[in-house]
């Protein structure tokens, strides 16, 4: 074994900014967390070459004193901190003193400074680490920094940089983290002369998403407001009819700093159960401010990732906050009638397929082929009046007497549509329409309702609602333990294949809270006792047969809470009216009722929207009536 010795500094320099400074992107935060510690109001961001050629950030902030220059570029030197007891006390961004240090060691660094107090600015030049002798120089107040040749001297670095495209991306996101945390100040981003980004200070933190987003994703937005003794919570979330593929848009920051934690994205998650689909994931900007003496922000160089003191506290306090919010925010999809073909955004693309995946879906789970003509499907039957007791029939859809005549459920005669909008058009503020208002609804294609409503009209997907219904009055009475089953009086045997057997047995605690009894009974084949009253229309093996589908496309043995609520969606699935079933005016009326029972009727459980509204406003404006 070769003698120990100490490292020079230079090899201790490199090994410490290999951690901190991994990409462009990386220095960009670095330069930007300095200049807004230093009060800065105004940050600009020059680019070349996505930073492979040049950084440059200049600000407005405090400024750097000549005499100060060359400690800021060594390693832990720090204005931030003093001692050990300031680390629970970080009101700044930075405070470990090392990321000057190490873009100086791998880059050509050149720092100009003038505090606001002194006449002439200084520069310092650094390269690969070695400092060249401070000169005065003019400059305005406060502090400008170049970076060239990032990783000129650490060959393997500079091989890891990807394209100038990627390099820019991260770096624009870097920017955008810092510009979404302090809409106060200005920034802007110039890359290869163009100017990128121009954000000018805003007072509401809606303006600048709006700038860095686009205006649909800032007018989805809804505000959250939570506090507690010692948890502040603010911002905003996205309506779940703006949603991503992956969970980059979730913007925390906790104390001003943008982190990333895993408990806190699940909070979110579960705060959208049900209003996204699976796979889509929330957007949110959102700021916790809680006592720097409860959270650890020591635990990366990198320092966005934190650890909580009480985590669960915070979790529940998003999760909650987000939750009471949705309840009483009008989360109903709002249709589109685009003027002319629009360059389809990333959500309107995305709506179609999913609508039609859903009824694919639907039908594939009812074994009906998924391209069937209308005409091909079966007709609905009516909802089950004998036999076992169905809860589509004694609670779902239990008939209200309709109030308005059948004819008119029908369908309202063109000339009486026409007078009623327009005598809507010309007395729209004169009266409030609630005050006579009743709503007429027509099953259109046997698949859509037709809902005319106060706000102008609505077009409900009647399996995805009656979906939502049935679903959540199961969860009521699943975690109630009042779900009603049926004892068979001969169980029926059910054969499956391969290790199906094993997998519903495996599972039988979880299906007994659904109300399916099952019993081993040797081979491949299971005996069912008990059965859900809600699947009365199905037979216990094409049931079992969907169940292990599920099972089996779970994978990894997932939560049985997960697993419950897996369940619970595919038995309200084939519980619900199909696509394609016609309804009688009646049972259009009855689900229609029962629809504001479900808290989240908006939505079907597998996050799709219900309805759709068009408001009369953006009717008439279609029609150029205003
Ligand atoms: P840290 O930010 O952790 O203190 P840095 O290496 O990033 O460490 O910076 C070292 C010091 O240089 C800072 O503590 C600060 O005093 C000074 N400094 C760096 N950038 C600026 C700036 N843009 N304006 C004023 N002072 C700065
Ligand atoms: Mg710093």
């Keep these: 074994m070769p003698d120990i010795c100490l490292l020079p500094t230079s090899v201790v320099n490199k090994i410490a900014a290999g951690e901190v400074i991994e990409r462009p992107a990386s220095v960009v935060k670095e330069l930007l967390e300095n200049s807004l510690d230093a009060g800065a109001t105004r940050v600009d961001i020059t680019v070349e070459k996505g930073g492979a050629d040049l950084i440059r950030i200049t600000d407005n902030g405090c400024g750097i004193r000549a005499d100060q220059l060359t400690l800021a570029v060594a390693t832990h030197a720090t204005s931030k901190i003093s001692d050990a007891d300031d680390l629970f006390r970080v009101q700044t961004l930075g405070f470990r003193g090392e990321a000057l240090a190490s873009i100086a060691e791998v880059s050509r660094l050149v720092l100009r400074s003038r505090p606001a107090d002194c006449e002439a600015g200084a520069e310092l030049e650094v390269v690969g680490g070695r400092a060249e002798p401070i000169r005065p120089v003019g400059c305005p107040v406060g502090t400008s920094i170049e970076v060239r040749q990032l990783f000129f001297n650490t060959p393997v670095r500079h091989k890891f940089m990807r394209t100038t495209q ?47 987003y686009g205006q649909p994703i800032a007018e989805s937005l809804i505000e959250i407001e939570g506090r507690d003794e010692e948890v502040g919570l603010k911002g905003y979330v996205a309506n779940p009819t703006h949603s991503r593929g992956n969970n980059r848009m979730q913007y925390l920051f906790l104390n001003g700093r943008y982190i990333r934690d895993r408990s806190l994205q699940h909070a979110l ?29 020591n635990v990366h160089p990198t320092k966005s990732e934190v650890r909580f003191q009480d985590g669960g506290r915070i979790y529940s306090q998003l999760l909650g906050s987000l939750r009471s919010k949705f309840l009483t925010t009008d989360l109903v999809a709002r249709g589109t009638v685009p003027d002319q073909p629009s360059d389809n955004d990333d959500e309107v693309a995305a709506s179609t397929p999913m609508r039609s995946e859903m009824f694919d879906w639907a039908k594939q789970q009812l074994g009906q082929p998924s391209t069937g003509a209308p005409s091909g499907l079966p007709e609905f039957k009516g909802f089950p009046s004998g036999g076992m007791p169905s809860m589509a029939t004694t609670e779902a859809l239990r008939l209200h007497p309709v109030s308005l005549p059948a004819e008119e459920a029908e369908g309202a005669s063109p000339a009486t549509a026409q007078e009623n909008a327009s005598y809507r058009v010309d007395e729209a503020t004169a009266e409030t329409p609630a005050a006579h208002f009743a709503p007429r609804a027509i099953q259109i294609h046997n698949r859509y309702l037709v809902v005319e409503n106060e706000e102008g009209l609505e077009v409900i997907d009647q399996h995805a609602l009656h979906e939502r219904i049935l679903y959540e009055l199961l969860r009521e009475k699943v975690l109630s333990g009042k779900l009603e089953s049926q004892r068979l009086l001969v169980p029926e045997p059910v054969d499956l294949a391969g290790n199906e057997a094993a997998l519903i047995l495996e599972n039988r605690e979880v299906l007994g809270r659904l109300g399916l009894d099952v019993e081993e009974f040797g081979g491949e084949t299971v005996l069912v006792s008990s059965y859900p009253a809600m699947l009365a229309n199905f037979s216990p093996n094409e049931v079992l047969h969907s169940l292990v589908e599920k099972l089996s496309a779970e994978g990894k043995s997932p939560e049985p809470r997960d697993l419950l609520d897996e369940l619970m969606h595919m038995i309200a699935c084939k519980a619900a009216v199909k696509y394609g079933d016609r309804l009688t005016p009646e049972e259009v009326e009855a689900l229609l009722a029962q629809r504001h029972r479900a808290q989240d009727h908006h939505h079907c459980p597998h996050g799709r929207p219900t309805a759709l509204v068009f408001s009369r406003e953006q009717l008439d404006r279609q029609f150029k009536r205003i």
Aim: hydrophobic share 40%; net charge negative.
């Design 269 to 297: 998650g579960e705060a959208y159960r049900g209003l996204l689909l699976t796979g889509r994931y929330p957007i949110c900007f959102l700021h916790l401010n809680i006592s720097p003496s409860m959270v650890d922000v």
């Design 166 to 212: 990627t390099e820019m991306g991260h770096i624009t996101e870097a920017v955008s983290r810092l510009a979404i945390a302090n809409p106060q100040v200005h920034f802007s981003l110039t890359h290869g002369g163009r100017l990128l980004h121009d954000l000018p200070p805003v007072d509401d933190l809606r303006d600048r998403i709006a700038t860095l």
